[in-house]
């Protein structure tokens, strides 16, 4: 039996939220015994993305020239020429390449947008979505909240919803993070954890602010900030001015993030804008409640009062909510056992790609 020739198209795989899925995805496309490529719309590098396709044998390409030039756009055609994938399926601005080369007669595109409309791109890279997406043979939506802020630009008519997956890892005790002198100012205390790049759209001035208050009820806890940014000093000058210098940490990027959770006891997400966050998956993972503010496919995954609560972006909302759970460590190891159950479900790699590949198949008939 002929085997089904992915595609997949994105700018890059250094770290990020669809990388990580593009990722995830080609090489759970190819236990399912497919073919599959992935073209990268840069220059060749290295991360934990591109080593993790090598290790599991699955091509990857790089273009040479600049992206968007017409020498790139010249490379990325002759490659789909050559492959003749079934299926192209692109990321981010990958979309771009789909549309000009439009790909052979018999392959199928596919586009995932992978965040809310206002915040997924500039206004000129959503003018060509909306151009490219009348012709995708299939859009997807990682959330509803996705899907329901793409519906009136982008129209409903192919429209499917597809959650991100991750690896799910098995439930024994991860060792413990590298934190220097922070490990003692932890030790014995609820900790509170943030996973998320320090820029504007993560918000975490207002998760700042709601922990300065939380303190005032709950002496016993600290807050670390797992990642970088271009925010670290006006975040680390309200981290002072507010007093919180021996609760809040920033730990800057991090390569032991599961170590991290590990060590945690409830994380909290303050994002303005959000598709599916990985973070969140990772953290329920690990068997931690959720916090969360109401965006994007965080309420498909957070049910209040079951694995965590959704909140409002509102600083004492916030407060209150982390305390009704850190108050009552009973409470707060049921709600992790919920999440990790919860991910299980709707959250792994299998299931996600079982979901791409019914989509591809039902596009591949028509």
Not at 219 to 227: Q, T, Y
Not at 252 to 258: E, F, H, K, V
Request: charged share 25%; proline share 2%; with cysteine.
């Amino acid at each position: 039996m002929k085997k089904l020739k992915v595609l997949q198209i994105i700018d890059s795989l250094q770290v990020g939220g669809a990388e990580d899925i593009v990722t995830n995805l080609s090489t759970g496309l190819k236990k399912n015994d497919c073919e599959v490529f992935v073209v990268l719309l840069s220059k060749k590098h290295t991360t934990k993305y591109t080593k993790k396709l090598d290790q599991a044998k699955i091509k990857i390409f790089f273009t040479s020239s600049k992206k968007y030039s017409l020498a790139s756009l010249a490379e990325v055609k002759s490659l789909v020429t050559k492959l003749n994938p079934d299926i192209i399926h692109s990321h981010l601005s990958g979309y771009l390449y789909s549309f000009l080369i439009g790909g052979r007669r018999q392959s199928k595109n596919v586009h995932t947008i992978h965040n809310i409309y206002v915040a997924d791109a500039g206004w000129k890279a959503r003018l060509f979505q909306r151009l490219f997406l009348r012709y995708a043979s299939a859009t997807v939506a990682v959330s509803r909240a996705v899907a329901e802020s793409i519906a009136n630009p982008y129209g409903k008519k192919r429209l499917s919803i597809i959650p991100n997956g991750i690896e799910i890892p098995a439930m024994a005790k991860s060792s413990k993070p590298n934190l220097g002198k922070i490990s003692q100012k932890i030790d014995g205390k609820i900790v509170l954890v943030n996973v998320a790049n320090l820029k504007e759209a993560k918000n975490h001035r207002l998760l700042i602010d709601a922990f300065a208050i939380l303190l005032k009820k709950q002496k016993n806890i600290v807050l670390l900030i797992a990642g970088g940014g271009p925010l670290k000093k006006q975040l680390k000058s309200q981290i002072n001015q507010l007093g919180l210098k021996e609760n809040v940490f920033l730990l800057g990027r991090r390569n032991d993030i599961r170590q991290i959770l590990g060590i945690s006891d409830i994380f909290v997400l303050s994002s303005k804008f959000e598709g599916t966050p990985l973070s969140v998956l990772e953290a329920m993972a690990e068997s931690l409640p959720i916090i969360s503010t109401r965006t994007g496919g965080t309420t498909d995954l957070v049910l209040s009062g079951k694995n965590g609560k959704i909140v409002d972006a509102d600083k004492y909302c916030m407060a209150e909510a982390i305390f009704d759970i850190a108050k009552d460590k009973r409470f707060l190891k049921r709600l992790g056992v919920k999440s990790r159950e919860i991910v299980e479900k709707k959250g792994s790699v299998e299931v996600m790609t079982k979901n791409y590949l019914k989509l591809y198949k039902k596009i591949l008939k028509k």
